[in-house]
């Protein structure tokens, strides 16, 4: 049993489009994330939910809108999709915001043509 | 501000050996927590170890073990017995007390040769 999953693995889409990437969790944890991958390899949070309200939102654009409909679930919607926005969005999950363990999905790898 | 550094973009360790990639943090935190995560070429995050501020013992998972030196703010790993496996990114990352977030270094990309 995969403990977070995210769907779909591989997304290519055009520019204008919007498109969603969605997390499940399996591990009962109340603290979900995401996070981008760059193309330099650099990891940097966009958003965190804890039991469904959002407690980090970092200087994204508001394209980006993150959806919690219950704890184990953490969905990304992204409108209006941009050439800059290809990368790979991780989300992860933790018991809680300060738990001693954090796991990661397999990452979603969006390119925009 | 918070911020970890990897100063090592690249390293070769030879089969069997052990290595020590270095990771060192700035926080102005009484209360923080250090992990290292692998990321191969896969692509997925794998978490490997994890470290408290407060924990006075250095942590320890099998072959990983991270050496913490609170007042240098170093928080290294180490690999024991490198296998060939083990050749990934690695990434050093601090959470940060109030929000939980985690704050990733560049990287280091571990390369074991046979």
């Known amino acids: 049993d995969t403990a977070v999953s995210q769907t779909p693995k591989y997304l290519v889409t055009q520019m204008g489009n919007d498109k969603s990437i969605k997390c499940e969790q399996n591990l009962g944890h109340d603290t979900m994330y995401w996070y981008k991958q760059d193309s330099k390899k650099f990891l940097k949070i966009m958003f965190s939910?804890?039991?469904?309200?959002?407690?980090i939102n970092e200087t994204v654009p508001n394209r980006f809108s993150p959806k919690s409909p219950d704890k184990a679930h953490l969905n990304l919607h992204i409108n209006s999709l941009e050439l800059g926005d290809s990368a790979v969005y991780f989300c992860?999950?933790?018991?809680?915001?300060?738990?001693?363990?954090?796991?990661f999905g397999q990452g979603t790898r969006l390119t925009v043509v | 501000a918070q911020k970890i550094t990897q100063t090592q973009p690249g390293m070769f360790v030879q089969e069997k050996e052990a290595v020590t990639l270095d990771c060192t943090y700035d926080?102005?935190?009484?209360?923080?927590?250090l992990f290292w995560y692998k990321q191969p070429s896969s692509g997925e995050m794998i978490f490997l170890i994890y470290q408290g501020s407060y924990d006075e013992q250095n942590a320890t998972e099998g072959r990983y073990s991270l050496n913490f030196q609170k007042a240098r703010k170093s928080a290294n790993l180490v690999i024991s017995a490198s296998q060939l496996g083990d050749s990934a990114m690695y990434f050093c990352a601090m959470r940060e007390y109030l929000t939980g977030k985690l704050i990733f270094g560049q990287g280091t990309t571990l390369q074991v040769k046979p």
């Open positions: 926080t102005s935190d009484q209360s923080y927590g």
């Open positions: 992860a999950s933790s018991l809680g915001p300060r738990s001693t363990e954090a796991f």
């Open positions: 939910y804890n039991n469904k309200e959002l407690i």
